[in-house]
């Protein structure tokens, strides 16, 4: 069935970049999604891509998406404290028992100042 | 505009006890999802909702029961708590298939 694989742990230091790397299987999702969760609170969209591009830039953020490889990546430049939280990406399209939104396991990001 | 508005955000249960947890969303979505989230076992989805009156399994829907009797509310009822149902619940809402959803700020439920 359709999977969403991704990294469980990154750290890195305050102002470097950060890069998360996500894989998917379901070659007919129309959209990758990026969510946030911080500690304590829900999860929020962060960014999405379109299937049909390649790149995406939303100010520190820049999503990559390979669709051939079926690999979606999010670079956050000059990564800051307030940017730890775990970050979950996400395809739509799919359905079955796990319904619409395929979510991979979260990737949480540590920032060491 | 509240968006999604999970209720009640703490809850200690007795193994065998009942409850049921409400969420309600005013963006007048067609689809609701409860998932469940565990440490190392990311977002699983328990039962969802794809318009007023429908319900589906997800992929861990045993002990759990829901109901969409209205569009904009979706419950999660589970009907003898065991120890195994401690974890955070998300409700989540989306307007179709393809499109963000929104989620709630979660209920952390712990079953003694």
């Known amino acids: 069935g359709e999977d969403v694989e991704q990294s469980l742990f990154l750290s890195v230091r305050e102002g470097d970049s950060s890069v998360i790397n996500c894989t998917y299987t379901?070659?007919?999702?129309?959209?990758l999604y990026w969510y946030k969760q911080e500690p304590g609170a829900g999860l929020q969209l962060l960014t999405y891509i379109f299937s049909n591009m390649d790149m995406k830039q939303d100010q520190r953020l820049t999503v990559l998406l390979n669709k051939k490889d079926k690999h979606l990546s999010l670079r956050i430049a000059d990564t800051q404290t307030g940017d730890s939280a775990i970050y979950f990406c996400?395809?739509?399209?799919?359905?079955?028992?796990?319904?619409?939104?395929?979510f991979g396991k979260g990737t949480k990001l540590s920032v060491k100042p | 505009n509240a968006g999604v508005t999970q209720t009640p955000k703490f809850r200690v249960l007795k193994t065998g006890q009942s409850m049921t947890l409400l969420c309600a969303q005013d963006?007048?979505?067609?689809?609701m999802y409860w998932y469940r989230q565990d440490p190392g076992m990311g977002l699983r989805l328990i039962h969802y909702s794809v318009g007023e009156g429908t319900t589906a399994k997800g992929e861990v829907p045993d002990g759990y029961n829901v109901s969409r009797l209205k569009k904009q509310n979706f419950l999660l009822g589970l009907e003898s708590a065991a120890p195994s149902q401690t974890s955070v619940y998300f409700c989540?809402?989306?307007?179709?298939?393809?499109?963000?959803?929104?989620f709630g700020q979660g209920t952390r439920l712990t079953v003694v």
């Open positions: 996400a395809e739509s399209g799919g359905g079955g028992s796990q319904g619409n939104l395929i």
């Open positions: 963006m007048n979505h067609e689809y």
């Open positions: 379901d070659s007919s999702s129309t959209y």
């Open positions: 989540a809402s989306s307007l179709d298939r393809y499109t963000e959803a929104f």
